[in-house]
């Protein structure tokens, strides 16, 4: 069984990812140019990788995220869609900040979209059918002509880069026919859902757009071709798979070894599959043959879960989580932007738990964890405050002192907790969703008679026994850290 090896590299380093952006970036913040300025900062703050948002033109130009894509191609360099720039800035100022960043060692992780297409440049006519929408498998009438928007010339770009035509039979179907104005799911004539795709809806191939068809040979190697001359031209170190779980797993089975190969480079790859059953995750893994890592999603519901009751069993927190199962292909996250407040899969969690949430992925030895931007920096449009000054003192204790052995004590269903301890080092995390209180745990006999203090609360102070022993307490709803206490 292959396993993702630079996760496990990353996790001896203590590496963590940031997630660079949220949904609300306003265009005029000109998102390259500002994490360019923030590279220092986030170079001490002990990130070492970052996560950019998709870069290339979406259907809304410079007021699309990047996930509406229109031209792969266009990374703001073309005058298409209204603009020149991307949401967030110029090709050249995008190809800056990722040399600014790999330049003090941390790397870049693209954005990937391939599942669709959106914003075509003409309609065609087409024979197709009208699918259940919640049974894709499950056609509904009989065959008819519409017209459809899936002709891709973009004349902006004129051919620069590559003068492939994006017609209808590159994809399986679309969501609208401009005939009769109707927004229904349409499988065009002689062809059939991609396989090896989430069973949400019978077949989840479909998502959204024009959906690209990954049985046609002239698409895969269009989109192969395409991700080729991108690396090539960005130098990138790494991938995030968006929408995974709407993309036949063999694609990404045979195209990742070929990449890997091809660029003699790890290219760590982690992709989104939005499930919260951790053997669907599971299962894509093996079908993938563990050639990436996932976002732990499972995971980030545990925290939802036990943000919102009391009678959350925090015992049982990391139980069915893929940190759990596959520590080595797991990316674990607290936040992101699609669980942002305002967003479909909107489950934020509140600030009374995202610190205990931090500490269980950035200050334990499993799992490889991802900062949400919008926690470090805030999101003003949904009025969520920054979180840096908790952030930052969490990450330097991960640098600090998450090594050696990790003794956990999750043996009460509110507070629970763990030790890192080595020769040299030891620090204790204790954290509770209700009531608070003590909990006795092993730091190492060589700390006897040490004081340990809680960094968050310096009057917290506890005296270490012979064995090695400290009784560490928590507040109601908080958290603790540990540490010995500086002579």
């Not at 941390?106 to 059918?129: F, P, S």
């Not at 994006?166 to 994809?171: D, P, Q």
């Not at 024009?210 to 895969?220: H, K, W």
């Not at 012979?466 to 307490?473: A, K, S």
């Amino acid at each position: 069984m292959m396993y993702n090896s630079f996760n496990e590299v990353k996790k001896m380093e203590n590496g963590v990812l940031l997630q660079g952006f949220h949904w609300y970036i306003k265009p005029e913040e000109k998102l390259w140019k500002k994490l360019k300025e923030n590279v220092d900062e986030y170079k001490q703050l002990g990130f070492s990788a970052l996560w950019l948002p998709p870069a290339y033109k979406g259907v809304g130009g410079k007021n699309d995220n990047g996930y509406g894509v229109y031209d792969l191609y266009d990374l703001g360099e073309f005058n298409q869609k209204g603009s020149i720039e991307t949401k967030y800035g110029t090709k050249d100022d995008y190809l800056a900040c990722i040399e600014a960043f790999q330049n003090k060692g941390i790397d870049i992780y693209g954005d990937i979209v391939l599942n669709h297409k959106m914003g075509a440049d003409g309609t065609e006519i087409v024979n197709a059918r009208e699918v259940n929408r919640h049974n894709t498998n499950e056609i509904i009438s009989n065959d008819e002509q519409i017209e459809v928007y899936t002709l891709f010339t973009f004349p902006g770009r004129n051919k620069k880069y590559s003068d492939f035509i994006w017609h209808w039979y590159h994809f399986d179907g679309i969501d609208y026919d401009e005939k009769t104005h109707r927004n229904t799911i349409f499988l065009f004539d002689h062809k059939s859902w991609d396989q090896e795709v989430d069973d949400e809806n019978g077949n989840y191939d479909y998502l959204m757009g024009t959906d690209l068809d990954f049985s046609n040979e002239e698409t895969v190697q269009e989109v192969t071709s395409w991700l080729h001359w991108y690396l090539d031209i960005t130098h990138i170190k790494g991938l995030r798979l968006d929408a995974v779980k709407h993309i036949p797993a063999y694609f990404y089975q045979e195209l990742l070894p070929k990449l890997r190969q091809d660029y003699q480079e790890e290219l760590f790859t982690v992709g989104e599959y939005w499930h919260g059953d951790v053997y669907h995750l599971e299962n894509y893994l093996k079908e993938v043959n563990f050639e990436m890592s996932l976002f732990d999603v499972p995971l980030h519901y545990h925290f939802y879960d036990a943000s919102h009751s009391e009678n959350y069993d925090m015992s049982h927190i990391f139980d069915q989580t893929l940190v759990s199962m596959y520590p080595s292909n797991a990316v674990t996250f607290v936040d992101n932007h699609d669980t942002e407040p305002s967003q479909s899969l909107a489950s934020f969690i509140p600030d009374e738990f995202k610190g205990q949430a931090y500490c269980l992925i950035l200050l334990r030895k499993e799992g490889y964890p991802c900062v949400f931007y919008g926690d470090l920096e805030g999101i003003e449009y949904e009025n969520i405050s920054s979180k840096k000054a908790i952030l930052q003192k969490i990450m330097s204790l991960r640098k600090e002192y998450n090594n050696g052995y990790q003794d956990d004590y999750f043996d009460h269903p509110h507070l629970i907790g763990w030790t890192r301890h080595d020769e040299f080092k030891s620090m204790a995390v204790v954290l509770t969703n209700s009531t608070g209180g003590i909990k006795s745990m092993y730091v190492g006999k060589n700390f006897s008679n040490c004081y340990f203090v809680n960094v968050f609360n310096s009057s917290q102070r506890v005296c270490i026994n012979e064995e090695g022993y400290g009784d560490f307490y928590c507040e109601d709803k908080n958290f603790a850290v540990y540490v010995k206490e500086q002579s």
